[in-house]
């Protein structure tokens, strides 16, 4: 069992999320080339060299998952519109079958009774922009301010919230460092570039949707908590700059105007020149911010250039994803961060969930180590929020099984199954458990 809603404050909001390329079928709609069907027609990036092109199909269905989200008892839908549906190119012509699209789809959300959570960046670059260096290009906080721009004229007057990018960190170091997403890179310098960047964009980004006198703005960032693989210095050194890099880099840049000493070790020679003037358009005043959340990390110190750390395997029971369950973790991000960055600004963890090795049997998905986990994590919300945190709502991360990026179709996140052949919906057993809990 979940706890109920009657558990929470009032007025809290209970959601659940989903992100454009992962479930919309990006064939569908005049939609442009991104970056991630390019990097997924690259061998050995992906999984199956699986890529969004059908992905749910969501862009027909749509109507039926709202009709889930709403049965439900959801208050909030977290989606995000796809830069390369609504600009092809990235630039200039706008896609008129994209935005009617989105049109319909906050109408559809509006018509059920969810509040529309709009995400306006989760990944799909359009390839004529990452043709031009993408996010180490400086010229793509414009870029992205005048699509805000466009989605802004169109959906601003509609839609709950709005956040500009989703998990910087996705974008910056796992694309750039790690190389583990699109564009694949491991380079240091294009990492620096890509995340002061993706900064300046969210700054601009939350300017045009001020100036156009919108509400409710705010940013998302993933954490993971930073665990020292044992007992020595080196150890607790290593983890505290993986907890810079990871954790403390974006929120010391949006509510503090600076980077971490930490990090600028690393970072100092290829951060683009001038960096430092950018902060004032970085720390344009936001209205929550979002966290996500889903694992720890074991750091223990390693040979070679900065940062000089491996992760190495911890003890926790995993996920499918082979993420350890910590949900201490979410407590812990709760609480430093109304304590050293947010004050009283409301928080939303937009992002929590786990992947299953779900199996359908008999029209039924029985996900009870799903169900525990987010009762694990509803609990230290709810100790977070005992303690004066100020919470305001949760998201599940996902409404449906989706592509899960580098992954494929392999990794099953969602509270409804999706069979991948035939595109049926079957909820599973943790969205019964959610309808259940926000009953009344
Ligand atoms: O599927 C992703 C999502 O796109 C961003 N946050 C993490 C999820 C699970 O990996």
Known sequence: MLPKRSDFPKDFQFGAATSAYQIEGHQFGGAG?????????????????????????????????????????????????????????GRGAVNAEGLDFYDRLIDGMLARGLKP???????ELPAPLADLGGWRNRDIADWFADYVQVVTARLG????SAAPINEP??????????????PGLRDIRATAHAMHHVLLAHGRAIQVMRDAGMGNLGAVCNFEYAHPADDSPEAAQAAARY???YNQFFVSGLFKGEYPVEVLE??????PKGWQDDFATIRAPIDWLGLNYYTCKRIAP??????????????????????EIYPEGLHHFLTWLARDYTGTLPLYVTENGMAAPDVLRAGAVDDTDRI???????????????????????????????????????????LVHVDFETLQRTPKASYHAWAQALKG
């Not at 690393?266 to 951060?271: M, T, Y």
């Open 33 to 89: 080339l991104t970056h991630w069907d390019t990097f997924a027609a690259t061998p050995g990036n992906v999984v199956r060299a699986e890529d969004g092109a059908r992905a749910c199909d969501h862009f027909h269905r749509w109507p039926q998952d709202l009709d889930l989200m709403a049965a439900a008892g959801f208050d909030t839908y977290r989606f995000s519109t796809s830069w390369a549906r609504v600009m092809p190119e």
């Open 117 to 123: 959570a709009l995400t306006l960046y989760h990944w």
């Open 157 to 160: 007057d509609r839609v709950w």
């Open 169 to 182: 960190w996705c974008v910056g170091w796992l694309s750039h460092f790690l190389g583990q997403h699109a």
């Open 243 to 245: 907890d810079a890099y």
């Open 266 to 271: 690393g970072f100092a020679p290829h951060l």
């Open 302 to 323: 390693a040979p070679g250039p900065w940062p000089a750390l491996a992760e190495v395997p911890g003890p926790l029971p995993k996920t499918a994803m082979g993420w």
């Open 372 to 414: 525990a986990y987010f009762r694990a994590h509803l609990d230290q919300c709810l100790r977070a929020i005992a303690q004066g945190v100020p919470l305001q709502g949760y998201m599940a991360w996902s409404l449906l099984d989706n592509y899960e990026w580098a992954l494929g179709y392999e990794k099953r996140f969602g």
